[in-house]
């Protein structure tokens, strides 16, 4: 029962480099989310697929890229990493509009 | 824009007792759903408890209970009876109802950690 997979679990990068988080769930659901948390606040929605084929902007976007690749998978992609994007990102997905959202361990990421 | 503040950083509470985590939002939409989502240390979410803003009866979940006051913007979260496992950041969350191409987006408050002192 495997539910919302992210990968890898723990990151460290330099300044500049890029970096695909990866995101798969298995529940079928329609819409997928990418969040990060940083200490001492909520999560922030970074990007958000309503369902396959379509993805908007959420809070705080600026630097990142997403995919939805299939109805399962829905990445996240670093460009040119930079020391303020050091947080937890969180992916989720929930099955239909109002329905409560399942989230991934989350991958730790930390920039240098 | 929405925005929920949870103005308890820290909680503890001896087990088996009773507390009450606050939480209050604000909005101008009507129709809108509120959420409390669970963090232990093992970093995973998990959600505690739903509400429905047109429900006017408070949601339950064996243990877990909330006090939803439409009119004031207020959605708390009693947990009754207490456990060593409930030790957990505690995050409200506010979700718009929206139309159903535009998919759900949660606005989280800051979290309360709550320690369940044995």
């Known amino acids: 029962n495997a539910g919302v997979t992210q990968t890898p679990k723990f990151q460290v990068l330099k300044t500049g480099q890029s970096m695909t988080l990866q995101c798969a769930q298995d529940?079928?659901?329609?819409?997928m989310y990418w969040y990060r948390q940083d200490p001492g606040m909520g999560l922030r929605l970074i990007y958000y697929?309503?369902?396959?084929?379509?993805?908007d902007k959420g809070e705080v976007p600026n630097g990142y890229n997403v995919s939805r690749l299939n109805k399962r998978e829905f990445s996240l992609r670093l460009e040119s990493a930079a020391p303020s994007q050091t947080s937890v990102y969180f992916c989720?997905?929930?099955?239909?509009?109002?329905?409560?959202?399942?989230f991934g361990d989350g991958t730790r990421l930390s920039i240098l | 824009a929405q925005t929920v503040t949870q103005s308890q950083p820290e909680m503890s509470v001896q087990e088996a007792e009773t507390v009450t985590l606050s939480c209050t939002y604000d909005t101008s939409e009507n129709n809108y759903y509120l959420f409390w989502y669970k963090q232990p240390p093992s970093r995973q979410m998990i959600l505690v408890i739903r509400?429905?803003?047109?429900?006017?009866q408070n949601a339950t979940e064996n243990r877990f209970s909330v006090n939803f006051q439409k009119a004031a913007k207020s959605f708390s979260l009693k947990i009754s009876d207490s456990q060593l496992g409930d030790t957990a950041m505690y995050f409200c969350?506010?979700?718009?109802?929206?139309?159903?191409?535009?998919?759900?987006?949660?606005?989280f408050g800051e979290g309360t950690q709550l320690t369940v002192n044995p």
């Open positions: 529940m079928n659901h329609n819409s």
């Open positions: 989720a997905s929930s099955e239909v509009v109002y329905q409560p959202q399942h």
């Open positions: 509400q429905e803003a047109y429900k006017q």
């Open positions: 969350a506010f979700m718009k109802q929206r139309g159903e191409t535009s998919g759900s987006r949660l606005t």
């Open positions: 697929s309503a369902s396959e084929g379509t993805t």
